[in-house]
């Protein structure tokens, strides 16, 4: 299960939306009414841009204009269009963030991308989108019908060395509910092939054009559990669990498998392990700090003190630290990306799932009594 986080904060996170401008199409992005671009540059949090271009997923190399591309894990959403070139751009993405980019556009599905991870430089992405004739052809070429009101989800994956992950057989490569059990009426998974598309002969995932690729058609709208198992390059195996999110009738794109993350201290302590991934990206924190200040917006509750101080902040906030369900502690509730229909419940999402290194650590720190 994936806790539930629970509170909010209106009042700051209205303020915080003024600051998170959505462009239009061929305008310069700062267009809030009565808030100028040298005042959205001395806020403190320091948004970040995020742009790139709008490409096809199955035509390589093929930029698509008139694509609308809108925001998910940031208050407030922000919608822009991509412009003859491609091109995009986002403007005041908070540092520390998580945020997923999907793209829509007249006969194509819309498609979620991968989440693009924000800290204190701007950040270059392009974003994928899939029509709905490619889309068509996948379920043709292994003669199911298409399904409208389900998604077609497709995942690159990835070796413990970050490199197109083959040889692994398709029972490796699982899709589930968030409590493990099988989705009804799924179908998959199916490698993709040379050609591009997916092969319904193929029973091991293969590498071409330097990518190694798995598809599953007919995924509910929902929220689902990736999981990819692969060697972990010391004779064993490793398998990372991804969330998933899908809409009625659309796509996704998604990462499995890849590079283990380090192994988790068994008892982190808040000084060395968690006071310094609150501290900002500039610092190689998670980016807390960047709001988490005596001037910044998240001025209820200062994080860049010092650790004493700033576990002393942390205690006195009600809630915060829950040892009784550490779960349902705020500090971890707070920066979690929160599904569909759910808003979010904080400025900016960090922990895109339960599944994060990072979530894990301050989880087991809480679990096992925060000690200091
Ligand atoms: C973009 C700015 C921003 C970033 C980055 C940020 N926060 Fe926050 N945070 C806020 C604001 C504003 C509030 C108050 C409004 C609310 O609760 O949503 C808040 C509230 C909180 C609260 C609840 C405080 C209370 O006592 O009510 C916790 C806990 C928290 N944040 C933890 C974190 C953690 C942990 C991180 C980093 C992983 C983080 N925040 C990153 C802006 C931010």
Not at 58 to 82: R, Y
Not at 90 to 96: D, E, L, T, Y
Not at 143 to 158: C, R
Request: glycine residues 10%.
């Amino acid at each position: 299960m994936f806790p539930s986080p629970t509170g909010s904060g209106m009042t700051m996170r209205k303020l915080i939306g003024l600051l998170v401008i959505a462009g239009c199409a061929g305008e310069a992005p700062s267009t809030v009414p009565g808030v100028d671009a040298s005042d959205v540059d001395a806020a403190p949090e320091g948004g970040q841009r995020v742009s790139g271009k709008a490409m096809d997923y199955f035509a390589a190399d093929t930029p698509l204009a008139n694509a609308t591309i809108t925001t998910d894990g940031i208050e407030a959403v922000a919608m822009v269009q991509s412009a003859s070139d491609g091109a995009y751009e986002v403007a005041n993405v908070p540092a520390g963030s998580k945020v997923f980019l999907a793209v829509a556009r007249a006969s194509y599905r819309t498609t979620r991308n991968i989440a693009v991870a924000v800290e204190d430089a701007p950040v270059t992405r392009d974003v994928y989108v899939m029509s709905v004739a490619d889309v068509n052809r996948q379920y043709a070429t292994d003669g199911k019908p298409v399904n409208v009101g389900k998604a077609f989800l497709a995942a690159d994956l990835k070796d413990a060395a970050g490199m197109p992950l083959a040889g692994i057989p398709l029972a490796n490569v699982t899709l589930t509910d968030v409590d493990d059990q099988p989705i009804p009426a799924l179908i998959g998974p199916y490698f993709f092939g040379a050609q591009g598309d997916i092969n319904p002969a193929l029973t091991t995932a293969e590498a071409n054009a330097g990518r190694s690729r798995v598809a599953f058609l007919d995924v509910p709208p929902g929220t689902f559990k990736l999981s990819v198992t692969y060697p972990d390059g010391q004779g064993g195996n490793a398998t990372t669990v991804t969330q998933v999110t899908a809409t009625a009738g659309g796509a996704v794109i998604a990462s499995g498998g890849g590079a283990i993350p380090g192994a988790a201290p068994a008892d982190p302590t808040f000084a060395t392990n968690i006071y310094p991934r609150l501290q900002k990206a500039a610092n190689d924190g998670l980016g807390c700090a960047n709001c988490h200040t005596a001037n910044g917006s998240g001025g209820i509750l200062v994080m860049d003190a010092g650790a004493a101080t700033t576990l002393a902040n942390i205690m006195a906030r009600p809630g915060a630290i829950n040892t009784a369900a550490p779960a349902d502690s705020l500090l971890l509730t707070k920066p979690l990306y929160e599904p569909a229909p759910a808003v979010q419940n904080h400025p900016n999402a960090t922990f895109l799932d339960a599944n994060d290194p990072d979530y894990k650590l301050f989880l087991l720190w809480i679990t096992n009594g925060a000690k200091p």
